[in-house]
């Protein structure tokens, strides 16, 4: 029987999406022949074998409206030559050539909705970008009857507004078996994107009061306004940045860990709204971690309690004594890394692979 071909686009660098290579990784070992396209930089390493097809587009402009339009010009004619039974549009910044391409094509089509992308802060904050960004969720998401997110609350978003039905599929890392080390050498462990609204400006300041190494791996529209910030509060010496790390190194960075930082500010429903995966790495290394009293977080937490919760809007000071309560209170630290060890069982990617696979099963019956 000919397997079902299925086309995931994104706009990110195929190598460190982790959610997308756990489901892409999913969904082929479910039997379906899976591609996720996403676009070449000048600067993008080889593609790393994957167990399923990788195709990057070129671009010429690297940022900014010319790079969307030539990638959604690029993106729509691939997907329209191409043979799909299913296009999956991830996120907003690739729903439109997906939508048109699958319309043409008469196939089906889904909505991956990662984040509330008009709720970005740099969407939100920037009018005429805000406005070109909510004319086309309003045009394209009701056109998506059949699609999944991150959480109960973006799932919510999405109904109050488009009437649409999401599931749910956390960004959940894969269960494996968990050996904790010893962890002499202690650090606290930022990863992900260093974008604005990461919190950077306290956290960085609050490191003058902490006596552990801080390592950053991710960069972002944040990053030298973070060095200069470590330079600027005299904590250079304290702070190392790592750049971009593949995700193999960067596990092995996760589970050396102390604490792990998961902090957003409020300014938008999509930070206030989120659910990291960073959130469910730390759990899944049993790192006891930092993290923001947002909703989502604190109804696992309210569960297992595996993170010191903090109150928007944070501050160097709050946030340097619940990192040294992590550091130095021992009690407390034991217990929340035996309950990452309970946690990591229920919030795992073969529990939530579980939903995602029903999703294509049910759209391609």
Known sequence: MKKKRIICTVTNDLNYDQRMIRICTSLSNAGYDVTLVGFKRKKSKPLKPQPFKQKRLWIVAEQGKLMYLQYWLNLFFYLLLKPADVICAVDLDTILPVYFASKLKGCKRVYDAHELFTELKEVVTRPAVHKMWLAIERFAVPRFPTGYTIGAC?????????????????????????????????????????????????????????????????????????????ADHNVSNKISFEGYV?????????????????????????????????????????????????????????????????????????????????????TYYSRLKENCTKAREKYCWQEEEKVLLSVYSRLLK
């Open 154 to 230: 973006y799932a919510e978003e999405f109904h109050k507004k488009y009437r649409v039905q999401y599931n749910i599929v956390r960004n959940a890392t894969v269960l494996k078996p968990l050996q904790i080390p010893a962890r002499t050498n202690k650090y606290i462990l930022y990863q992900g994107w260093v974008n604005e609204g990461r919190c950077f400006e306290e956290l960085i300041p609050a490191m003058q009061f902490v006596d552990c190494k801080l390592v950053i791996c991710g960069e972002g529209n944040f990053y030298k306004q973070a060095q200069q910030l470590a």
């Open 246 to 330: 593949p995700p193999d190194k960067l596990v092995e960075y996760t589970k050396q860990a102390t604490v792990g930082i998961t902090l957003f500010h409020k300014l938008s429903k999509s930070n206030e709204l989120s659910l990291a995966n960073r959130f469910f790495d730390y759990m899944h290394q049993a790192v006891p971690q930092l993290c923001m009293k947002f909703p989502e977080y604190e109804k696992i937490n309210d569960n297992y309690e595996i993170a010191a919760l903090i109150e928007d809007p944070v501050t160097p000071e709050n946030i340097a004594a619940l990192l040294n309560k992590l550091l130095y209170d021992t």
